[in-house]
């Protein structure tokens, strides 16, 4: 049974910085790949950052330079450093893990929200 619990997000000005963990458990493959993602009511998840078991990371254009996506040495924690944050990265924000960096089929957090104003 695989889960994943989001915490870290919260209310903080334009400017500001907030640390996003992920606590993973239960996935027994080898390989695999963490994601960030975001949605805003209305709107489709969109992928933010992705790290593969390899230590590979993607970033979406409109956080790089701006997000960091990391894990600890367990693997099982992920983390998402996001720093000059803006009002438009208001969203609830999702921990995924898949097989695939495509995500094919992934296992979901079940979020936390982070407000920029």
């Known amino acids: 049974h695989v889960q994943l619990v989001e915490s870290g997000g919260g209310s903080v000005q334009a400017g500001g910085s907030l640390r996003l963990s992920c606590a993973a458990s239960?996935?027994?493959?080898?390989?695999?790949?963490m994601g960030w993602f975001r949605q805003v009511p209305g709107k489709e998840r969109e992928g933010v950052a992705t790290?593969?078991?390899?230590?590979?990371?993607t970033y979406a254009d409109f956080v790089k330079g701006r997000f960091f996506i990391s894990r600890d040495y367990t693997k099982t924690n992920l983390f998402l450093q996001m720093n000059s944050l803006k009002p438009e990265d208001t969203a609830m924000y999702y921990c995924?893990?898949?097989?695939?960096?495509?995500?094919?089929?992934?296992?979901w957090g079940q979020g936390t929200q982070v407000t920029v104003s």
């Open positions: 790290i593969s078991s390899g230590g590979s990371r």
């Open positions: 239960g996935y027994t493959q080898t390989r695999y790949c």
């Open positions: 995924a893990i898949d097989h695939w960096c495509t995500f094919p089929r992934p296992n």
